[in-house]
């Protein structure tokens, strides 16, 4: 699946949402300066940001469709996973990773974060979480149940949309205590809202998850029944967003 999302990286990049402009900040006042190692850079939202906030950034990205992407747009970005990438003595005042680091080993990782850190700098791992309302997700969770009953669609449209991104968060957070290099990791949270139409959900899906490889004739039949159901509840509809971050600075020791 880490590998589908570069299918259609224009779709990728124009709907995906970005990040909350705090985080951005708390991140980078809190570096000791601006050069930021983005991992899993994807189509740049997050390096994208960081640059528009005074940083420098270096992207590590394994899907050369992404890569191809970010570069067009003035992206430096290099071609690997985050395991086998070969830092070559660079170091970084910060490493972040938004909505890709569950597919990084979260120990590998971190210590591969501390490698690349100086001292005092930051690592910081996020997720934005979307919750639509509750009689939107129920209808998709029974859409998915019905169309796509081997899919794990069903059961995490069934549950709260955070309880999933905890156990990620859960997970990121032992690898860097595991790392034995940093500081208490700590989480940070930002809540926030986004408004959407019926074509402008649509255009989302088809970038998440499991539907990012399903055959397109399915895709549509899927799609047209989710927009039954937005249809439904007025057509539209406030998705509250809760973008969770896991935290932690290299020890100057370390």
Same mark, same amino acid.
């Given at each position: +699946? ?7 990286? =224009?779709?990728?990049? *124009? ?7 705090? %985080? ?7 570096? $000791? ?20 906030a ?6 590590? =990205?394994?899907?050369?469709? +992404? ?7 003035? %992206?430096?970005?290099?071609?690997? &996973? ?17 909505? &890709?680091?569950h ?11 501390? =490698?690349? %850190? ?17 009689? %939107?997700?129920?209808?998709?969770a029974?859409?998915y *149940?019905? +169309?796509? $009953? ?25 690898? +860097? ?29 088809p970038?998440?998850?499991? @539907? &990012?490889?399903? $055959?397109?004739?399915? @895709?549509?039949?899927? @799609?047209? =029944? ?15 967003? &809760? ?12």
């Open positions: +699946m880490a590998e589908s999302f570069g299918s259609d990286p =224009e779709r990728y990049d *124009r709907t995906r949402p970005r990040y909350p402009d705090a %985080l951005v900040q708390r991140i980078t006042a809190s570096s $000791p300066g601006r050069d930021v190692l983005d991992v899993g850079l994807g189509t740049g939202i997050v390096a994208r940001q960081f640059h528009a005074g940083c420098t950034v270096l992207g590590v =990205e394994p899907d050369s469709r +992404m890569v191809e992407w970010a570069r067009q747009r003035g %992206l430096e970005v290099e071609v690997a &996973t985050f395991e086998a990438w070969e830092p070559a003595g660079r170091t970084f005042d910060a490493v972040v990773s938004g909505q &890709t680091w597919w990084v080993d979260p120990v590998i990782g971190a210590a591969k974060a501390a =490698e690349v %850190l100086r001292p005092g700098g930051r690592v910081a791992v996020f997720w934005n979480v979307e919750q639509p309302p509750p009689e %939107l997700a129920t209808a998709v029974a859409i *149940r019905r +169309m796509m $009953p081997d899919s794990p669609l069903a059961r995490q449209w069934a549950a709260s949309g955070s309880d999933g991104y905890s156990v990620l968060a859960d997970r990121a957070a032992d690898g +860097m205590r595991q790392a034995g290099a940093f500081g208490t990791p700590e989480r940070w949270r930002f809540d926030w809202e986004r408004s959407y139409t019926r074509d402008e959900w649509l255009d989302v899906l970038t998440q998850g499991c @539907l &990012t490889r399903i $055959p397109p004739a399915r @895709l549509a039949e899927v @799609l047209a =029944e989710i927009g039954a159901a937005v249809d439904a509840i007025g057509g539209g509809f406030t998705a509250g967003y &809760t973008t969770t971050a896991v935290t932690a600075i290299r020890a100057s020791t370390a």
